[in-house]
Structures are given as C-alpha cells and as structure tokens.
C-alpha cells in the first residue's frame, strides 16, 4: 500500500483566475445563443464579470483547502500540522550565522555594537558589541601607522546556509564609518542553517512514514540524523568498527558540521536508536582541496576579492558533492576560476598539486583549503 505521504501526479490543483473564469462563461453564452452580444461593456459582459471574481474565489478558496488538508500537496503552517503526525519536532528551523570580526582603524573610536558589517555581494552581519579601537600613542613611523586593532563577533541579519561565508568575505563597514575602519573574518563562519523548505520537510515526512518499523535499519538511522538542526546530508556504516556498532556520518548544506550539529544528531539517534547497538555520530574527515595557479586581473582588480569570491564558490561546489560518491573534477574546480569577472588567464592551475581530479574517500567530504594565486 502507497504511504499517505507519496507524491501523486493525478492530484495537481491549479489555481484560476477571474479572467479566465469570465473568459469560459462568455464562450458558454456563445456556445448557446450565437446571436448574443457579448462585447466588452455590453449586458452579457457586465453582468457575468462580477459573477466571475466571486467563482473564482470561492474556487481558488476551495483549492487551498484541499491542498492544506493532503500532506503531499500542502504548505507552510498546514504542512507543519501535518509533519507533527510523524516528526515529533516538526519543521526544523533555520539559525543565524556567527562569526568572529577583527576591526581595525588608525583614529581612536568605537564602532557602535548594531554597525552593519557587509561582505562584497552584500550580505550583512551585525556587529554585536561596542568595539573600541585605540591607536598606539608611539607611532615608529608616521608613513606607515600602526593602527588599533579590536576584535568582536558579528551575527548574520537573516538565518541561511548563505551567510557561511568564507575568510575574508567580510570586507566593508556600512554607515559614516566606512571610511575610517576596515573589518574582516579571517575564519569561515559555519553555523547558519536555513529553516527546512516545505519539500525539504515533506521529503522527511515521506522517510519517516516508509520507515515506522524503528528496529534501526540504516534508513532508519539516517532519517534520526536528518532531525538534527542544520543537518542535511547523513550516511550509515553497519558494523562499523565492530559487529553491533553503528558509525553516522553527517554533514550540512555547507560541508562539515558544527560540534554542535553533531552532538545534537547524536542525541536524536540515542533517544530512538536499539540500546544493544554502540551507535557513534561523528564528522567526515575532511580532504582539503588546495588550489594555486598564476593568474593575471583586470585592470585595477585586487587580488583578495578573486581570492575570496572563487574561494566561496569553491567551497559551495564540494559541499554539494558531500556523500555523493562523486570524484572532485579538476575541470569543475577550473571553470569555477574562469567564470570569475575579475580574471582575464590563469596558468600553471593545479588542485593539491597536479591537474587531475580528486577521489574522496567513504569517509571524507572535500573542503576548502589554501588558495593560493600570484
């Protein structure tokens, strides 16, 4: 028997609108009384169009009720009530990215705690201290000031997998400041998660409802993991190390995992998982992907923003490849650095010191290392 949950083609719904509601009951008018007017102002036309709006209303009324009552086909907070039949904690909410900020400034200020902290492609932190930045009295040498140095921590404005920013993609200060303090991450932010998507959850639902059993199969394991917050990717090893273990890897949308996504998914596991089993939630070993090459800019590029927007595409290509079996194409990796604007050539391009691909292991994901351009 098809679970509740199984997508069926045959229970599409589509939405009408008044204009083609109108459009049908004209050409019903037509199809009986050929001699009838039906112009635009005309009785016919006037009176039917009215008519039409509240049909179209009531249908389209009608529509939503029958989408938010079929799991399959609802959405938002109808599918939640839905989710609640067999995920005991629902949708998973997105979280907020947090990352660490060093300020710097040759005038003594304080960069206010609420500062609007912007990477190159706009993406906005809010600085969440006050930072006070104070110059050295004694300057060596006027040319070359030695400016105050501060360090803070910032927090993504929205919840999203996007503000996993690579190191340095943190670049500008918003506001009368701008000119006069200069900021970046020199570490990669990693805890942002985006709240799971209505087809995210559904595809959860669908696990779930397929796998009730909860003897501690391997989809059954999987299915445990994916509750945890942020986490999207997860991969089984039965018997592993030894008979009656159990080792599950996970990941994120973003690649390796956050020591806490990980204690989180290992406590969901042991709330459900067989007490017999030594059942282990760990992080892939990561295979950093270092890459370096000769490269020439446009006119007037610097050579930290190629650095940091090939970096981040980079690292948004191996995270998608996580538990995929897939080899990481030296090719790929390449035209990722030849769509880059600021480029013009590149030469001498290797990935971890040669021009072939790259295999990961089964318990490896690909990570951004060293990129490395002069």
């Known amino acids: 028997m098809d679970s509740e949950f199984e997508i069926n083609s045959k229970l599409e719904i589509l939405m009408v609108t008044s204009e083609e509601l109108h459009e049908l009951m004209i050409q019903i008018v037509e199809e009986n009384d050929a001699k009838a007017n039906t112009q635009i102002g005309e009785p016919i036309w006037d009176a039917t169009r009215p008519i039409a709006k509240i049909g179209a209303?009531?249908?389209?009324?009608?529509?939503?009720?029958?989408?938010?009552?079929?799991?399959?086909?609802?959405?938002?907070?109808?599918?939640?009530?839905?989710?609640?039949?067999?995920?005991?904690?629902?949708?998973?909410?997105?979280?907020?990215?947090?990352?660490?900020?060093?300020?710097?400034?040759?005038?003594?200020?304080?960069?206010?705690?609420?500062?609007?902290?912007?990477t190159g492609n706009d993406l906005a932190f809010v600085l969440d201290a006050d930072v006070v930045l104070t110059p050295p009295e004694e300057q060596p040498d006027p040319d070359y000031p030695i400016p105050g140095t501060a360090t803070s921590t910032a927090t993504a404005s929205e919840m999203g997998a996007i503000y996993n920013v690579v190191p340095g993609a943190i670049n500008t200060v918003d506001g009368d400041l701008k000119d006069l303090v200069s900021v970046t991450n020199a570490i990669?932010?990693?805890?942002?998660?985006?709240?799971e998507s209505d087809s995210e959850l559904k595809a959860r639902m669908l696990t779930a409802a397929q796998n009730q059993s909860g003897a501690?199969?391997?989809?059954?394991?999987?299915?445990?993991?994916?509750?945890?917050?942020?986490?999207?990717?997860?991969?089984?090893?039965?018997?592993?190390?030894?008979?009656?273990?159990v080792t599950i890897l996970v990941a994120q949308a973003s690649g390796m995992p956050t020591a806490g996504q990980v204690a989180e998914a290992q406590s969901k596991i042991n709330a459900r998982a067989s007490l017999i089993a030594n059942n282990v939630v760990l992080a892939p070993t990561a295979l950093p992907v270092n890459v370096a090459g000769n490269v020439v800019l446009i006119d007037g590029a610097n050579m930290s923003d190629l650095v940091t927007s090939f970096s981040q595409a980079l690292q948004d290509y191996l995270a998608n490849l996580a538990f995929s079996g897939e080899v990481i194409r030296y090719t790929q990796i390449l035209n990722l650095l030849l769509d880059q604007p600021?480029?013009?050539?590149?030469?001498?391009?290797?990935?971890?010191?040669?021009?072939?691909?790259?295999?990961?292991?089964?318990?490896?994901?690909?990570?951004?290392?060293?990129?490395?351009?002069?």
């Open 57 to 118: 209303n009531i249908s389209n009324d009608i529509r939503f009720g029958v989408r938010a009552a079929i799991p399959q086909l609802s959405y938002g907070g109808f599918l939640d009530e839905h989710a609640k039949d067999v995920l005991p904690d629902g949708r998973k909410p997105g979280v907020k990215a947090i990352v660490p900020v060093t300020l710097s400034s040759n005038v003594a200020l304080t960069v206010p705690q609420g500062t609007i902290l912007l």
């Open 188 to 195: 990669p932010t990693t805890a942002g998660v985006d709240q």
């Open 216 to 245: 501690g199969n391997p989809e059954d394991y999987k299915s445990w993991a994916l509750e945890a917050t942020g986490i999207t990717r997860a991969k089984v090893f039965r018997a592993d190390p030894s008979p009656g273990s």
């Open 342 to 374: 600021l480029l013009v050539d590149v030469s001498g391009f290797t990935v971890n010191g040669a021009s072939a691909n790259l295999v990961v292991g089964d318990k490896q994901i690909a990570t951004l290392g060293t990129v490395t351009f002069t």
